[in-house]
């Protein structure tokens, strides 16, 4: 029987010198797990209720389960749950594309499990004679389909302005978070609290393709038409988001105007996470807080 190393075991501790951050395969289980919660909040609340008539208990509902997903799973994913938010960090450097292709991925299915639950739930209602009929009152839609007739140009700049704001607060509450991982959570939450209650006036605008793609799927047949929009909208917003955030970085004075590269190690990545003696991947100079940034990301602080 082999003897724990003290260092390792010290390391594993909440208050150990230093955490070992999880890989890959964790990172997809909490991305994916956050996702299903994010998405049973987000479209069971109003589903059950009527968001027309008071849009904002469905609202703050999915703002909440934003901050609660984030706080619960964000130091082991970084707390994206959504694609946009992911294509962000990509376009900011701060995730490689192979594990931003993985989290889209787990994003989607996580999600897609989601509603698949409260679809179920909706079949075993007596006095819902169609589930996908119900579904529509929650799923995205333009023109005859929005709340409002809103016009697909309506819909397409509110989703890209939208996702573009979400992905920004995101990054730039991460990248200063200096409380133990709440003001990012926080933050998050209560923007995209704010601005559900503004999509959902409108056409029930998501600003997450997970979400959209999932709803779409139990709804009928025009949705899968429309959902292309809110695929592709929210990700034009995180582009916008995540290269301004990459800008600002490389000309930011703290930094010396050299830039930081802020992308997780490729062990990271692979899930080859374990080994002893690992090196720190962010690689730059100044003042702290591109290491507090990589913390945040890589799971480090919670």
């Known amino acids: 029987m082999s003897t724990p190393n003290p260092a390792r075991r010290d390391a594993l501790l909440p208050g150990g010198p230093a955490a070992v951050r999880p890989g890959l395969l964790p990172r997809l289980a909490a991305e994916g797990v956050g996702s299903m919660f994010l998405a049973v909040a987000g479209l069971g609340v109003p589903l059950f209720s009527i968001p027309q008539s008071s849009p904002l208990p469905a609202a703050l509902a999915a703002g909440l389960a934003v901050t609660a997903a984030m706080l619960a799973f964000g130091h082991v994913s970084g707390g994206h749950f959504n694609p946009a938010i992911t294509l962000g ?33 909706l079949r075993t209602l007596p006095g819902i004679a169609d589930s996908r ?24 700049l509110l989703e890209v302005l939208g ?31 704010a601005l559900l209650q503004l999509g959902q006036s409108v056409g029930n605008l998501p600003f997450n393709p997970a979400r959209a793609a999932a709803s779409a ?31 600002f970085l490389a000309v930011s004075p703290a930094h010396g105007g050299t830039g930081v590269d802020l992308e997780p190690a490729p062990e990271m990545l692979t899930g080859n996470a ?5 090196k720190d991947s962010v690689r730059g100079v100044g003042d702290g807080t591109a290491n507090e940034a990589q913390e945040f990301f890589e799971g480090k602080r919670g």
């Open 163 to 193: 996702a573009a704001i979400i992905v920004a607060v995101f990054l730039g509450a991460a990248a200063r978070d200096r409380t133990g991982g709440i003001a990012a959570p926080v933050a998050v939450g209560l923007a995209f609290a």
């Open 89 to 121: 960090h990509l376009l900011a450097g701060r995730i490689h594309a192979g594990a931003a292709a993985a989290y889209a991925a787990v994003q989607l299915a996580g999600a897609a499990a989601g509603a698949l639950v409260l679809y179920a739930v």
């Open 274 to 278: 374990g080994g002893e003696g690992r």
């Open 217 to 247: 799927l139990f709804s009928s047949g025009w949705a899968m038409e429309q959902v292309w929009v809110f695929l592709a909208a929210p990700l034009v917003g995180a582009a916008i988001a995540g290269l301004l955030s990459r800008s």
């Open 133 to 156: 009929t119900a579904f529509d009152t929650v799923t995205a839609g333009f023109g005859e389909h929005s709340i409002i007739q809103a016009p697909l140009t309506a819909v397409l």
